[in-house]
């Protein structure tokens, strides 16, 4: 036997004595695999998390504790995917296939694998659809902010106007004939880490569900999150409960939401953000004005993907409420909750549109 069919081996036996003795708590070599049952639930009722770091987040799998075994594995195939996808999507790799794309497709089109083609293709429809609110050329900004070397700063008025003048999808063509991607000038960048997680979970789903595993929950960062089948915990059939963040208190829930078969994404500014002379910035970028975002303190959707849910919790957070509910005429299955600041000092007010109403359990 070789060294690989070793490694494949034991990690098998691994993964199997695992599932079978879910009490205990083993680490492998990449991927840390728990077991804990949950105080509210029947005993035995256990859940599998195995755990891996990427795109700059930790990305977690959580399996019912009751499958054959080949679940397990076919969550760490996941995670092994989403590695895969960093380093074609990753703006802070210089080697991804989208910072080559940044730096040769001003000169002629280039082709594009073909999933991440499709990528592309729904990043432009999001911008239209946002009227610019979403925007994967935003980068320059980024930079010139200072969020991207997580240095925070305040431009200089000609630096901000420089970057703006790299900024819009408008300067992205795409044809679908040949799969390939023309960028209008020199300096327009790609940067989809405003909706590359969600992806990134959609395409584990797909590895989870062509393996037969039907009951699960992945997260990237616990800010994007998508939900299949049930917890088998005996106690709810409606999906995997979710909690939803407070914008201000990270100790505390606004509520939670039950998923079954969709995903949720929450974006915010309150944890990642510089203060200049009294004034608070926050990292999310407004790319019609070049400047941060500041209607609304988070903002939480409910998609059918992923990726969907990743890339319209930070349009939504940009647009705010009026713009959201115009946006949302035309996306029925989407529910988003809006957070704000509330009269008195520390409180919140919340905006629910579309059915988030009926899914969120607030307390």
């Given amino acids: 036997m070789t060294s690989e069919e070793e490694k494949r081996t034991s990690r098998r036996n691994f993964l199997r004595g695992k599932l079978s003795s879910p009490s205990e708590e083993v680490v492998s070599e990449e991927t840390s695999a728990e077991t804990a049952p949950s105080e509210e639930v029947p005993a035995g009722a256990y859940l599998i998390q195995l755990a891996r770091q990427a795109m700059a987040c930790q990305f977690e799998v959580y399996l019912n504790a009751n499958g054959p075994g080949s679940e ?40 594009v694998e073909q999933r991440l083609f499709q990528l592309l293709e729904l990043s432009l429809q999001l911008h239209r659809d946002t009227h610019g609110a979403f925007d994967i050329t935003a980068g320059p900004l980024t930079k010139v902010w ?3 070397d997580r240095e925070g700063k305040v431009p200089q008025e000609r630096d ?9 999808s408008n300067q992205i063509e795409l044809d679908a004939d040949n799969r390939t991607l023309k960028l209008a000038r020199e300096g327009v ?29 992945i997260h990237g960062g616990t800010s994007s999150v998508l939900a299949h089948g049930i917890r088998r915990d005996g106690v709810s059939r409606e999906g995997w409960e979710v909690g939803v963040p407070h914008p201000l208190r990270p ?7 039950h998923l079954k078969n969709e995903s949720l994404g929450t974006s915010g500014a309150a944890f990642q953000a510089f203060f200049h002379q009294g004034k608070k910035y926050g990292h999310v970028l ?11 303190l988070s903002a939480t959707v409910i998609a059918p993907t992923a990726a969907l849910a990743d890339a319209l919790a930070t349009a939504c957070y940009v647009m705010g409420p009026e713009e959201t509910e115009a946006f949302l005429e035309n996306y029925p299955e989407v529910s988003v909750l809006l957070v704000s600041e509330g009269q008195r000092r520390g409180s919140v007010e919340t905006i629910m549109l579309g059915e988030m109403s009926q899914r969120l359990s607030v307390g």
């Fill in 160 to 168: 901000l106007v420089e970057a703006m003048n790299l900024v819009g």
């Fill in 146 to 148: 200072g969020f991207f």
């Fill in 72 to 111: 397990a594995e076919a969550a760490v195939a996941a995670l092994d995917l989403v590695n895969e996808l960093e380093q074609q999507l990753s703006a802070y790799r210089p080697d991804s296939e989208i910072c080559r794309l940044g730096a040769t497709a001003y000169l002629q089109p280039v082709v």
């Fill in 286 to 296: 407004d790319p019609r004005s070049g400047r941060p975002a500041t209607k609304v």
């Fill in 189 to 217: 960048e790609l940067n989809l880490g405003s909706i590359g997680k969600g992806y990134a979970l959609d395409r584990c789903q797909e590895v989870l569900l062509d393996a037969d595993v039907d009951d699960f929950l």
């Fill in 251 to 257: 100790d505390r829930r606004i509520g939670t939401v």
